[in-house]
T-cell receptor, first 113, second 116 residues
Framework: GQQLNQSPQSMFIQEGEDVSMNCTSSSIFNTWLWYKQDPGEGPVLLIALYKAGELTSNGRLTAQFGITRKDSFLNISASIPSDVGIYFCAGMNYGGSQGNLIFGKGTKLSVKP | NAGVTQTPKFRILKIGQSMTLQCTQD?????MYWYRQDPGMGLKLIYYSVGAGITDKGEVPNGYNVSRSTTEDFPLRLELAAPSQTSVYFC???????????????FGPGTRLTVL
């Protein structure tokens, strides 16, 4: 089946620093999603990308849908302590009735005040 | 709106026991999903439903059953619990409209299940 490689697995940064993480796939997707999961909670959607090359921002978060449709990037600028959590990328292809999201393994972000 | 609610939050089962994980959404979403999340891993789809009375298998359906008798509810049943089913289970829902831009999946808070 389709595989997503998400990197890095974990990051430990200083407050105020910028963060970059990415996701690559062995096959193409026509939708890329980025989720954040806090401890003991379900994932919450941060950004959704629907077109190759698309660059979308949500506050301090910016994500891009790679031109090849096989990758996506998430950047967080000026990190703050509440950014701590696990960030997941997910890819999806529309077609038929299937709504199958393929998730990466996550990037665990720790922010040192 | 409460969104997606799941019960129970935690459960410990003995091998061979059965249980039902409950999921309810009040957003009138037509699509509902069950995922499991193992430590250090992303979520994997167990089953999904595109509407009342219609269910289909996801990536890891073995050992589970689902039903969808109403739009709001999508219970997940474990018939013979096994240690390999120790995981955190998330239910999600989305509204799949006629365009591709409507399918945002909203997740519940999860059920942490341990099988001993």
């Amino acid at each position: 089946g389709q595989q997503l490689n998400q990197s890095p697995q974990s990051m430990f940064i200083q407050e105020g620093e910028d963060v970059s993480m990415n996701c690559t796939s062995s096959s193409i997707f026509n939708t890329w999603l980025w989720y954040k999961q806090d401890p003991g909670e379900g994932p919450v959607l941060l950004i959704a990308l629907y077109k190759a090359g698309e660059l979308t921002s949500n506050g301090r978060l910016t994500a891009q849908f790679g031109i090849t449709r096989k990758d996506s990037f998430l950047n967080i600028s000026a990190s703050i302590p509440s950014d701590v959590g696990i960030y997941f990328c997910a890819g999806m292809n529309y077609g038929g009735s299937q709504g199958n999201l393929i998730f990466g393994k996550g990037t665990k972000l720790s922010v040192k005040p | 709106n409460a969104g997606v609610t799941q019960t129970p939050k935690f459960r410990i089962l003995k091998i061979g026991q059965s249980m039902t994980l409950q999921c309810t959404q009040d957003m009138n979403h037509n699509y509902m999903y069950w995922y499991r999340q193992d430590p250090g891993m992303g979520l994997k789809l167990i089953y999904y439903s595109v509407g009342a009375g219609i269910t289909d298998k996801g990536e890891v359906p073995n050992g589970y059953n689902v039903s969808r008798s109403t739009t709001e509810d999508f219970p997940l049943r474990l018939e013979l619990a096994a240690p390999s089913q120790t995981s955190v289970y998330f239910c999600a829902s989305s509204h799949r409209g006629t365009g591709t831009y409507t399918d945002t999946q909203y997740f519940g808070p999860g059920t942490r299940l341990t099988v001993l």
